[in-house]
């Protein structure tokens, strides 16, 4: 058999058909429940015309249904499409002809919106599959043509047999990034690949590539039952992969559909879990605050994980201190390069700044020329990984020669972030080189002066960007989120906490306060809405 998500999760199922795979609410399936559901639901695609490498929509938030109908695409052998749930129509439209998606199976509250983009755009979508949300209307766009099913008719209609032809070793996996720098893109991956670097089939400690496709289930078998709650929406790579390691290993992966800080709690409580998967700041200011002002037993927690999102030093610290036990996680890694390193949080010795980690053996630093940074040089290169990464970009030739480079016969996937490689050779993030800041010919990030902002006690949120300034071309620009009844600081104050750590030149010299930051779904930060946020109107503050 090949390694594809599909063969591995039903490793999991022969072995321990009668473990509770998902749980939501009251709601629970087996894995043999999900198996026989999922394989109903792959046969109704085979049976609507979906073939190995065609693309089948996924436009849903954290769903039981979301879960099965992941699982149902791999093992037709098709490509997921994973589709932002607050995307606006046209950037539905964008997606829907990019990815030349055959099928889309949404919940049922997106019918108008799904409904009005196929009215006005010519797409490859011929049947649609609705998940009955609660939500009031026609399942329906009311189209003489249209070929439309419910999402339980789709299962009840089919067989629910496993009996699926031999999966390769070059089935796809994609995901689309979520377009902060530009419309959303496909990073397109053989199963394989990204199940090395996100599902476990390199060991994250001791960097062992896992060799028996059975290993997962058979340990997962062999040792006690391990609960995670994946809480990202599933729009993000890591929350996917927080489920899919689950469904391979025998664990219990916990799933609600919208992020509430005191309803995490709740869950955590009430479903015993162990593992909680979260995005950043955005995710973890809230929580620990919630936690700190309410009374739940979280007693079972052993870990709280973070990626893809800016963990600050300070909110770290607040977790480690009600959690003095458990391990606090912050890993790095993208779309295009899958995990790529993780350090453990130590209370009180955490960094200012983006996250210092101990890389995977397959990451790397490169100079402009291609040449690996040695450790402790001082020089800023770009993050690299070898090794497993993704075939391409879809659609997207240019950008995925820009992306996918060969130096001295290897080749690498580099996205554009940027680091720094320390004297022990952990590596520290330093941002997006999209988003630097040069201000009076000096570089700066805005991820590690966003984490120095966002320690000052009167702060909530904060996101950094470059305004013009006539004298240095750029300065230094926070948009900053206080805390609930909080007084306004000065610049100067919030001057004090940047120079703690960071040099003088990377304070913020100007300031707009707003009553919330924009972040996407995945919790990363906006800067494109900050940018334009500086344009509309004159900084409260300014030096």
Request: glycine fraction near 10%; proline fraction near 5%.
């Amino acid at each position: 058999m090949a390694l594809t998500v599909a063969d591995l999760f039903e490793h999991a199922v022969d072995l321990m058909p009668d473990r509770v795979a998902i749980e939501s609410g009251d709601v629970t399936r087996t894995y043999a429940e999900l198996d026989r559901r999922a394989n109903a639901l792959a046969h109704t695609l085979r049976d609507r015309g979906v073939k190995p490498g065609d693309a089948v929509g996924l436009y849903s938030r954290n769903t039981i249904e979301a879960v099965e109908s992941m699982v149902a695409i791999f093992k037709a052998r098709a490509v997921m499409v994973n589709v932002n749930y607050r995307y606006v129509e046209n950037e539905l439209e964008h997606i829907f002809v990019d990815s030349q998606m055959s099928v889309l199976i949404h919940e049922r509250q997106y019918s108008p919106r799904v409904c009005n983009v196929l009215s006005k755009t010519a797409t490859d979508i011929t049947h649609r599959i609705v998940v009955d949300d609660s939500s009031d209307g026609p399942i329906g766009c009311g189209t003489d043509d249209e070929d439309v099913t419910g999402f339980e008719d789709a299962i009840a209609s089919s067989s629910t047999e496993r009996d699926f032809e031999e999966r390769s070793d070059d089935d796809l996996y994609m995901l689309y990034t979520g377009g902060t720098t530009g419309k959303p893109k496909g990073v397109v991956w053989r199963q394989e690949d990204v199940w090395r670097v996100l599902g476990g089939g390199i060991d994250w400690y001791t960097g062992r590539p896992v060799e028996d496709e059975w290993e997962h289930a058979r340990t997962g078998a062999a040792g006690g039952q391990l609960v995670r709650f994946a809480i990202p929406p599933f729009i993000h790579g890591g929350s996917q992969w927080a489920v899919f390691q689950s469904l391979f290993a025998g664990g219990k992966a916990v799933v609600y559909p919208d992020f509430d800080a005191n309803a995490v709690w709740e869950a955590v409580q009430r479903h015993g879990v162990h593992v909680v998967f979260i995005t950043g700041d955005a995710m973890a200011r809230p929580m620990i605050e919630a936690l700190e002002a309410g009374d739940y037993d979280t007693s079972t927690v052993v870990s709280v994980a973070s990626s893809a999102a800016l963990f600050s030093p300070a909110v770290k610290d607040r977790y480690l201190e009600r959690f003095p036990n458990a391990v606090i996680v912050d890993a790095i890694g993208s779309s295009e390069t899958g995990f790529g390193g993780m350090s453990a949080a130590v209370k009180g010795q955490s960094r200012v700044g983006a996250p210092t980690v101990k890389a995977d053996p397959n990451t790397h630093v490169l100079a402009d020329d291609g040449r690996r940074l040695e450790p402790g040089s001082g020089e800023i290169g770009r993050i690299a990984r070898s090794g497993h990464i993704p075939l391409r970009y879809h659609n997207d030739p240019t950008k995925s020669a820009a992306t996918f480079v060969v130096y001295d016969g290897v080749r690498y996937s580099m996205p554009g972030d940027y680091a720094t490689v320390e004297a022990d050779g952990t590596i520290t993030m330093l941002g997006r080189g999209s988003g630097s800041i040069n201000t009076g010919g000096e570089k700066v990030f805005p991820e590690e002066v966003e984490a120095a902002v966002k320690s000052h006690p009167d702060v909530f949120d904060a996101v950094v960007v470059g305004v013009p300034d006539e004298r240095f071309g750029q300065r230094v620009a926070a948009v900053v989120q206080l805390r609930d009844g909080a007084g306004r600081p000065m610049l100067g104050s919030l001057g004090e906490a940047v120079r703690v750590d960071l040099a003088g030149y990377k304070c913020p010299r100007s300031v707009w306060f707003v009553d919330r930051i924009k972040r996407s779904p995945a919790g990363k930060p906006d800067y494109r809405w900050a940018r334009e946020l500086t344009e509309q109107r004159p900084a409260d503050e300014a030096c």
